[in-house]
């Protein structure tokens, strides 16, 4: 899994937009005011470690458009953030809640610090600074955050504790992933990963295809790629490869079995980051090959579910002739200049904003359940995500159809038109 630092992830996320702007003819006035945020924050977050000496992290927080409803988007902490990577991740997630309908804009946040540095307490602390500083421009009916890469419900709850101590009133609506004690919503860990499986079973229904007779090689093997990986395995699929970081050799992995990996087995010898321990996993007769192996693995599916920027020019020809479908369970992880390239060789390609997008529907769904103060099964929840998100297939591939489009355009330009068509009824441009 290579991370490019130098990559800039939004001029990506706009490339996107302006070409899909140029389908639509889209007015220049409508152009330049969906093309970037409406407000955007960076301050300096101060914090004291254990041993009591300080650090000074630097943050982030966009609010990409808010026509359609209260903005919603992760809070992510990573040592690569950038003021690019969440104006990219705030500008998709904007067009995530309008291709499923859903009443919210978008918005992401960041602070730049690697946690695994950094004790429980001290993590503490650096979410409680965070709410601090964001704590009056944000909230249920404002913005709504939820978790990211390297943040899980225990960082969600403390924001959330912070933000009521300082508002004097419990706000359960303020942030999702949260504890399923604490007014989360059952199946939020299940959703991104799931939503993303949802829609290949409705591709390859479509495509004439038994999701019995596939295999598939995954990137990633966090919370989205377990899930994804989990539900494949139970619609009866194959996986024969995944990809993961190894933090202590600072490289990436791809874990091989030919004959079909056992996902139980797997998930015994992964830790809580999503790292299969390599020693393990030799033992149990698994291959160890580079990161970057895992797009070449003879599947029917791939299913990048880690970084941006995976899938490129320079490594396209690598993927095997058999590959069929991939779909994007992470954010960005293929180049757009290459999906002409992947659509000559007759592969689907389901573009991230519809793919990964059962972790906003389920974020929505947990919003509303905190709102109400009345919570669903976890079955209930997830056969509406199942619900949601196919509806949301078919509205893309029929317009793909009708209008002879890619489905990462189809998607695109409803989502596009459906936030446009928002501000020019408010009469904001």
């Not at 630097?58 to 988007?73: E, L």
Request: charged share 20%; with cysteine.
């Amino acid at each position: 899994m290579n991370y490019q630092p130098t990559f800039n992830i939004f001029d990506m996320a706009q490339k996107q937009f302006n070409r899909c702007a140029d389908l639509l003819e889209l007015d220049q006035p409508t152009r330049e005011f969906l093309k970037i945020p409406m407000r955007e924050y960076r301050f300096s977050l101060p914090i004291f470690l254990d041993n009591g000496e300080s650090v000074v992290l630097q943050s982030f927080m966009v609010q990409y458009n808010d026509a359609r409803g209260p903005t919603k988007g992760g809070v992510r902490f990573h040592p690569s953030e950038t003021i690019d990577t969440v104006r990219a991740l705030a500008m998709w997630m904007t067009w995530k809640c309008a291709i499923n309908n859903l009443p919210l804009g978008g918005s992401s946040s960041g602070v730049v610090c690697d946690p695994h540095l950094f004790t429980m307490k001290e993590q503490e602390r650096i979410c409680r600074g965070f709410v601090r500083k964001i704590a009056h421009f944000s909230g249920p009916e404002w913005d709504v955050l939820g978790p990211d890469i390297m943040t899980g419900p225990q960082h969600m709850l403390w924001m959330l504790d912070e933000f009521e101590a300082i508002h004097g009133k419990k706000l359960p609506g303020f942030i999702t992933g949260k504890p399923i004690h604490h007014a989360g919503s059952k199946g939020r860990k299940e959703s991104p990963g799931y939503g993303a499986m949802v829609i290949v079973r409705e591709v390859l229904k479509d495509l004439g295809i038994s999701i019995e007779n596939t295999r598939a090689s995954f990137q990633g093997f966090g919370m989205v790629g377990q899930h994804a990986a989990q539900l494949y395995h139970q619609m009866g699929g194959t996986i024969t490869c995944v990809a993961c970081w190894n933090h202590s050799e600072r490289s990436a992995y791809s874990f091989v079995k030919k004959d079909g990996i056992d996902f139980n087995q797997l998930l015994e010898i992964t830790n809580q980051f999503g790292e299969i321990d390599k020693e393990k996993a030799l033992a149990l007769g698994y291959e160890c090959l580079p990161g970057d192996d895992w797009l070449a693995q003879e599947v029917d599916i791939l299913v990048p579910a880690a970084l941006e920027n995976q899938l490129r020019q320079d490594n396209f020809e690598r993927i095997n002739p058999r590959v069929k479908i991939i779909i994007e369970a992470a954010n960005g992880p293929t180049d757009p200049d290459i999906d002409p390239l992947l659509a000559e060789r007759g592969i689907t390609l389901i573009p991230d904003i519809l793919a990964n997008s059962g972790g906003v529907i389920c974020s929505y769904f947990e919003q509303v359940q905190g709102n109400m103060n009345y919570f669903w099964s976890k079955e209930e929840v997830l056969s509406k995500i199942d619900s949601q998100i196919t509806s949301a297939y078919y509205d893309v591939s029929n317009f793909a159809n009708r209008y002879n489009v890619s489905l990462r355009d189809s998607s695109y330009m409803l989502a596009i038109d459906r936030v446009a068509r928002a501000c020019h009824e408010r009469s904001w441009i």
